[in-house]
């Protein structure tokens, strides 16, 4: 199923309807893949779909992500907010499926005022169950690291492992791979063979075939900083040179990488997406 180009697409505003704003959207900037949220990704409410925009993004063309609203923690120590994050989860999963997309992004959460094996205890117990729940058809839950602040259960690639294997490695499992957030938690990927040396650091961690998206991010802060500011492609303190080495990454072959760059209007990022591709193309 996956083709050898990796799509460059983007997270984009659904204002308008899921495919009628999303997919308006992403022709204006060139995009050939697309990130949406379906629900408000600061609130807790889950709304129902509409069929006839769902049927559209599913038959759109392009392959299709979710990301889950950034409340969710299923790390979380407080059972309010563990039932909130599952069945915020649970609803981007099941709108995921309707809009035929391929996964679920899932931030990997923190352990706030609790010991990190009582957090990971607890998505054992509660993420394995919704793992199951997915059918056939449905799509990957991907889990993202992140930029190593407040107790964060993953931010280094080599924290990937101790989920999976809490997670059985279930065959729904996925990898998203925040190049800001990597950069941020201290991998260098400007060093020469950085990029790879991440990633060939994320294959050994869960195994070939787990890296399912690349979120294509620029950083305003340094490496190490755990700082999660995105900037756009090649205007941060990454630059342009490390992606077009994640491109030539064996693990990164068909996966399509998204841009979370700052910037509402189109303007931006269609040059960030014409960035990525020309680094993409140039051998
Ligand atoms: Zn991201």
Redesign the pocket.
Known sequence: MTSPISPVGAHVPVAGGLATGGLKYAAEIGAEALQVFVSNPRGWALPEGKPAEDAKLRDGGLPVYVHAPYLVNLGSPTPETLEKSLAAVRHSLTRGRAIGARGVVVHTGSAVTRTYDEAMAQIRDHVLPLLDEIPEDGPDLLL?PMAGQNNMLCAKVQDLGPFFERLDHHPKLGV?F?TC?AWAAGHDLTAPGGAKDTLDALVAAVGEGRLKLV?A?DSKDACASAKDRHENIGAGQIGEPPFADLFNHPATTGVPFII?TPGRAPAPHAKDIETLKRLRDTP
């Open positions: 993202e998203c925040d957030h979120h991010n979370e």
